[in-house]
């Protein structure tokens, strides 16, 4: 049977964040994921865990300047030291929250870089989270999303991210299927998720 996880990023809006995890759990959530942990110190989201019995199934890593648009760092070739710290900062939490995911965020495709080399940096990006995660059984995950609510990211389609995980073959690197993302872009979902 498929486990779900409570996305608190996205529901129980109506109360502040740390206050979420209660939520999820009287209703009978036994996983939650969100966006991004990094405002608040990694004790006090294991706590919130540790209190009502849940277990965290995926975060992001920081993703550049969200505020300003920015939805990821590994395509930006520019912008590796800020990526290494992310990156480090990511498997801290992770560590510390017992989280078995990490969705390596792929970013905003930026004008005059051409697409091979805005893969060429995300390929080698996978590659070092995935490898700096190793040691901590961690998997990356790389999620398609989609180009109507999200213009300009770089990975839109199920079939690119497949060439991307078959071409690393890298063990803990995985894909992340967005239903939602997967429909707005390709639809035919029971044969995505079939393949």
Not at 24 to 46: C, H, K, R, S
Request: some cysteine; proline content about 6%.
């Amino acid at each position: 049977m498929p486990t779900f996880s409570a996305n608190l990023s996205m529901m129980y809006q109506e109360v502040e964040f740390i206050d979420r995890f209660s939520l999820a759990a009287a209703d009978g959530f036994e996983y939650v994921e969100f966006l991004f942990p990094y405002t608040y110190p990694a004790q006090a989201i294991v706590d919130q865990l540790t209190i009502h019995g849940l277990k965290l199934h995926l975060f992001n890593l920081p993703p550049g300047d969200y505020q300003a648009g920015e939805r990821g760092l590994a395509i930006l070739a520019d912008r590796q030291k800020e990526f290494d710290d992310g990156l480090a900062l990511a498997i801290e939490y992770a560590q510390a929250m017992d989280c078995p995911n990490l969705h390596l965020m792929a970013g905003i495709m930026p004008e005059g870089i051409s697409h091979q080399d805005l893969r060429a940096c995300y390929l080698k990006r996978i590659e070092q989270a995935a490898i700096a995660c190793e040691p901590y059984n961690i998997d990356v995950v790389i999620e398609p999303i989609n180009t109507i609510t999200m213009p300009g990211y770089f990975l839109n389609y199920q079939t690119q991210a497949i060439e991307i995980i078959q071409e690393l073959l890298l063990p803990n690197v995985k894909l992340m299927m967005d239903f939602f993302h997967a429909q707005l872009m390709e639809g035919n979902l029971e044969n995505l998720l079939t393949k």
